[in-house]
């Protein structure tokens, strides 16, 4: 069980990574406002490191049983959902290991396509094959993907704030 301070240590955190996402992503709405893609895409890759840290923290991928003992505890104070929202790690992991993702496109792209930092709809894009479509956003409906793999933003951002407004601010 966690004690009061470790809670609050962990609470801390949250609000910090919580608060460098949701800043980001502010970052990312200015941008494409701006048509910015360069600043878009950065500012969406800050939004993604800053959510991984905050599931790492909630619904940790490893199997280690005190980080899920910890992370079930963390969940149960604060009233957050029992999963991460869907796809984000996949997400995420894509634009960590872009170099990787690419290796897998030239190996396995039938037309060898490539089509990079898409903001619209897939289907603007005629005659490409989903899997070479690299980074992706649809600001209509919030979804943000790599190479196939797709998240909610909306679903996200959601989550983040629901996190921020069951935690107390760091003094």
């Not at 200015?30 to 800053?50: C, M, P, R, T």
């Amino acid at each position: 069980m966690l004690t009061d301070q470790e809670r609050l240590i962990y609470f801390w955190e949250l609000r910090t990574q919580v608060g460098g996402a949701l800043r980001a992503w502010s970052t990312a709405e200015d941008a494409l406002q701006h048509d910015s893609s360069e600043n878009f895409w950065h500012a969406v890759d800050s939004f993604l490191s800053a959510s991984i840290a905050v599931t790492n923290l909630l619904w940790p991928s490893t199997t280690r049983k005190s980080a899920q003992t910890r992370a079930a505890q963390l969940r149960a104070v604060i009233g957050a959902s029992a999963a991460a929202p869907e796809g984000l790690r996949d997400v995420r992991n894509g634009f960590e290991h872009f170099d990787e993702r690419i290796d897998e496109w030239r190996a396995t792209s039938a037309n060898h396509n490539f089509v990079d930092t898409l903001v619209g709809p897939l289907s603007s894009i005629g005659g490409v094959d989903r899997g070479d479509i690299a980074r992706h956003f649809d600001p209509q409906t919030g979804e943000l993907g790599v190479f196939g793999k797709i998240t909610s933003v909306p679903t996200v951002l959601l989550e983040l704030e629901q996190v921020r407004d069951s935690t107390p601010p760091r003094h």
